[in-house]
């Protein structure tokens, strides 16, 4: 047995994560990073619905909510005149328990991402770096090089969440597909005053780029992002006194203290695999995306939990490791498809050429106000950013159908007076779920399986997320419908059991059995 079961290089929120579910699943966990200390810039902002319902089974959503700034609306201003607006605060409203948008800056996010493994008993080991691995069929050897001298260290598995830089990703041989863009962007955190800097998001444009503007703190500080034109210059001693004109024109807002500025280049790249035998790629060493829709940070705390669960199953044999593979499936699919979208939506909108000029001074300010007066278009917009749609209808272990429901999808969110079907999911264990009353089949189901069952009313919620009357599903620690079948007849049943057998599917001990709502 190794001292170290799971070996986690790299301490952003990605790497924090999947630590702290392991160590809430009783697995001995170490976590690794070369710096110092946590990064003290905002960096990533938005944190989306689909990671505060993740955050919840840990117990953290509540206090990222708290602690960060919900974003009630989306504005494009075209040279200084606002030209429409989206109202997205709430857009979720029945489809999620947390409906919006929340801004919460990237520091305050790793303090209370590490606050919470201190409590878990993981300390992060700063100053340390992995240098090289070799794996054999059992187990990962591991070189780590730190202040105090070289390590070797012999663990069940290694997960590389080191960023787009892995060394991890670099031992493994494996390619970083992609590129990067021609811009070079510019980020900046500083108190403002004007009309772009009201609890929204508003995007800025002019026919040379744009500016984009969103609340990052409490205290009042916005975030400003946008490209650097050719005339203003580069190189490491660029300030932001050298695009202030532009900000301010471009934004009609005044710059009133600058907190943080930096320059940077967005890139669009992906790992030929996010596995290689006992060793695994998540976040940014994964895969980099543009920060279009404020998709990157939100899609590695979505490998992590997925990683996360698994290893965690595996390592206490609570589940066959079969399902390891699905790790990799599950997230490049989603990764390689948000790949796409997120580039193509930069392009449009970042591009120097004569279409992005078009786009932004003539099409997007005429456009957006007809999709604005859509009624639907709030919830639209919440369901295409919230990360809600995840779904792995693809994966190995992912069966069944019931109405508009199949085998992969997330498990619906149904408020069930002041508790919800979401509820249970806390146990981040394997459970039953029946929309209406549980008979005498399912019951010894879940006797013979040890799996808790939870029964729901049938009510208008579940019919109006398309759930039939009497449908079962078995969901999975992440809260993902592993197996569904839209009715409590024997063979259906008896499919579900053996689908529990065949993945060697174990409740956790301390799973409650039965609980109605």
């Known amino acids: 047995m190794n001292d170290t079961q799971v070996l986690i290089a ?14 809430r699943a009783g697995v001995r966990v170490r976590i690794v990073d070369p710096r110092m200390a946590a990064g003290e810039a905002s960096r990533a902002v938005a944190v989306h619905a689909r990671t505060l319902e993740l955050y919840d089974q840990l117990g953290l959503a509540q206090a990222v909510v708290a602690g960060g700034v919900q974003i009630d609306h989306l504005a494009v201003r075209a040279n200084g005149i606002e030209r429409a607006r989206l109202a997205i605060g709430g ?50 050897n591991v070189r780590l090089d730190s202040a105090s001298g070289a390590e070797r260290v012999e663990v069940d598995y290694l997960c590389g969440c080191d960023g787009a830089g892995s060394r991890v990703r670099h031992a493994l041989g494996l390619e ?14 500083a108190m403002v005053e004007g009309t772009a800097a ?47 004109d532009e900000v301010e024109q471009t934004t009609g807002l005044k710059v009133k203290e600058v907190n943080w500025f930096s320059t940077y280049r967005s890139h669009h790249r992906m790992a030929t695999s996010f596995a290689s035998g006992r060793v695994y790629l998540a976040g940014d060493a994964a895969h980099i995306h543009s920060p279009a829709g404020g998709q990157g940070m939100n899609t590695g705390i979505g490998d992590a939990i997925n990683l996360g669960w698994k290893l965690a199953s595996v390592l206490h ?25 997120t580039d193509r939506a930069f392009r449009l909108i970042a591009s120097d050429g004569s279409m992005g000029r078009l786009w932004r001074t003539r099409l997007l300010p005429h456009v957006l106000p007809a999709v604005a007066a859509f009624k639907g278009a709030p919830r639209l917009a919440f369901r295409v950013v919230s990360q809600v749609r995840i779904a792995y209808r693809d994966s190995a272990l992912s069966t069944g159908r019931a109405g508009k429901l199949r ?80 009715d409590q007849e024997e063979a259906g049943l008896v499919d579900m059991a053996n689908y529990i057998a065949r993945f060697a599917i174990v409740a956790s001990p301390q799973s409650v059995r039965i609980g109605e709502s």
């Open 10 to 23: 790299g301490a952003g929120p990605t790497g924090m994560v999947l630590a702290l579910w392991l160590a």
């Open 317 to 341: 044999r609570r589940a066959d490791a079969s399902i390891l593979a699905t790790y990799a499936t599950e997230r490049m699919g989603f990764a390689r498809e948000l790949l796409k979208s």
């Open 407 to 486: 085998g992969g999808d997330r498990l619906p969110w149904l408020p069930v007076g002041e508790a919800d079907n979401f509820a249970p999911l806390t146990s981040r264990d394997w459970q039953l779920h029946v929309y209406g009353e549980p008979g005498p089949g399912v019951r010894r189901l879940a006797y013979n399986t040890g799996l808790p069952l939870h029964g729901y009313v049938h009510a208008a919620q579940a019919r109006a997320a398309g759930i039939p009357a009497g449908t079962v599903c078995l969901v999975r620690p992440d809260g993902y419908i592993a197996m569904l079948r839209g």
């Open 176 to 189: 970083f597909a992609g590129g990067t863009y021609d811009q070079t962007f510019y980020v900046a955190d």
């Open 91 to 140: 857009g979720g409203e029945g489809i999620s328990p947390f409906p919006f948008v929340l801004a919460y800056p990237q520091d305050d996010h790793e303090r209370l991402l590490e606050k919470a493994l201190l409590a878990a008993g993981v300390a992060i080991e700063r100053g340390t770096q992995v240098v090289g691995l070799d794996q054999t069929a059992t187990s990962v």
């Open 198 to 244: 009201d609890q929204g998001v508003s995007v800025c444009l002019n026919a040379e780029g744009f500016c984009l503007v969103l609340p990052v703190r409490r205290t009042g500080a916005y975030r400003l992002i946008g490209v650097v034109q050719d005339s203003q210059g580069r190189g490491e001693h660029f300030t932001f006194d050298q695009v202030r």
